[in-house]
């Protein structure tokens, strides 16, 4: 599975912005999915996670209620819907995808995620 992020960008705090990532091949339906962010000289650290059929999901509790993910497996398409947002917000975000899982499970850890996304840019200025 290769992975491309997409839509950061530079935005005021208070704004919202969908980011996407687009899936190659043709087991995007196999893959639980996820979003991580680093922030400068921080580590990447996990931001929301979305079950093989997008029945489950879970968030870091930085960004529950203004962060949604989903995901249209007909397009091979993940979503990070974002509003809200906050400077604390400003890093690289990175799509991922998790091989292996059954059906209903997710995943907050960064070693259980098998390809990764180059990464999108989102600034969030005060």
């Known amino acids: 599975v290769q992975l491309q992020a997409s839509g950061g960008g530079l935005v005021q705090a208070g704004d919202s912005l969908r980011l996407s990532c687009a899936a190659s091949g043709r087991s995007f339906n196999m893959h639980v999915m996820g979003w991580f962010r680093q922030a400068p000289g921080k580590e990447r650290e996990f931001v929301a996670t979305i079950s093989r059929g997008g029945g489950n999901t879970n968030y870091a509790s930085s960004v529950e209620g203004r962060f949604t993910i989903s995901r249209d497996n007909n397009q091979r398409l993940l979503y990070l819907q974002m509003s809200s947002l906050e400077p604390e917000d400003t890093a690289v975000y990175y799509c991922?995808?998790?091989?292996?899982?059954?059906?209903?499970?997710?995943?907050?850890?960064?070693?259980?995620?098998?390809?990764w996304g180059q990464g999108t840019q989102v600034t969030v200025s005060s």
């Open positions: 991922a995808a998790a091989k292996g899982k059954i059906m209903g499970v997710v995943t907050s850890r960064r070693d259980e995620y098998d390809y």
